[in-house]
């Protein structure tokens, strides 16, 4: 039996609406590495090693709790060029800040994202749940100006609870004031996504843009897509609105 339309529809960010520009990021990272080489002496190379590494440790165990993204950042560069024997707190500020600031263009919207969101505009209440610190997560919008598409935007951070926890799932729902089973939730990653939402009491959609196969001890989506272009069809958005975006 097909699930009934929504009123309000969910969105995951990173992989989903966004991703990132992989080599630009490196490539920012480095500047900041040869400045602080520079400044401090230390090696340039070795300190973009510790960086990356400790970036990739921290996202991959989603544990930002509730600081901000800026935060994050410092404390990333301050145990990164502690490592390579710089211990001078100012460093950590300064690389921080230089990455803050030259960190725009490293975040790409997908092709398929805008076109889907004005599709679906005035049809649904539309939000973003995503894992990670709330300045760092819709500053990924905000350099787009598309934040505006968005009647609710929802960090793990705002409530120190991460996907797949259902609460985050239903505290989206309580501020937009719809029952679980009048939201649906779009995302990429099954274990987060399709997972919090199922056992939320929502619709779950699995953005799978890469065609990967999902391991069946995993949750099953409702749906599966292949791209957000699908999606407004998916909601029976009629097909005169879909054209004129």
């Known amino acids: 039996?097909?699930?009934k339309l929504p009123r309000a529809v969910f969105f995951d960010l990173d992989a989903t609406l966004v991703y990132f520009?992989?080599?630009l990021l490196v490539k920012k990272m480095a500047l900041v590495c040869a400045a602080?080489?520079?400044?401090h002496g230390v090696d340039a190379e070795a300190l973009l090693g510790h960086h990356r590494r400790l970036t990739l440790d921290l996202w991959s165990r989603s544990e930002t709790g509730t600081v901000s993204g800026r935060q994050v950042s410092r404390d990333i560069w301050r145990q990164a060029l502690s490592a390579c024997g710089c211990n001078a707190e100012e460093a950590a500020v300064v690389a921080s800040d230089m990455y803050w600031n030259n960190r725009h263009g490293v975040i790409r919207l997908f092709e398929d994202s805008i076109p889907t969101l004005e599709a679906m505009r005035g049809?649904?209440?539309l939000a973003v749940i995503t894992n990670g610190p709330h300045d760092m997560q819709i500053d990924k919008l905000e350099v787009h100006g598309c934040e505006g598409h968005f009647e609710l935007f929802v960090a793990s951070s705002e409530l120190g609870i991460l996907k797949p926890d259902p609460r985050i799932f239903a505290h989206a729902c309580d501020k937009l004031g719809v029952a679980p089973d009048e939201a649906w939730h779009v995302g990429d990653n099954v274990a987060t996504d399709v997972?919090?939402?199922k056992a939320?009491?929502?619709?779950?959609?699995?953005l799978n843009r890469t065609g990967a196969t999902r391991d069946e001890t995993q949750p099953r989506p409702d749906y599966e897509i292949a791209s957000l272009t699908?999606?407004?069809t998916l909601l029976g958005i009629p097909s005169q609105d879909i054209?004129?975006?």
Request: aromatic share 6%.
């Open 200 to 206: 939320a009491g929502l619709t779950a959609v699995w």
């Open 36 to 39: 602080m080489a520079q400044q």
């Open 1 to 3: 039996m097909a699930n």
């Open 243 to 245: 054209a004129s975006h």
């Open 230 to 232: 699908k999606l407004p």
């Open 123 to 125: 049809h649904f209440q």
């Open 21 to 23: 520009e992989a080599d």
């Open 195 to 197: 997972a919090g939402a």
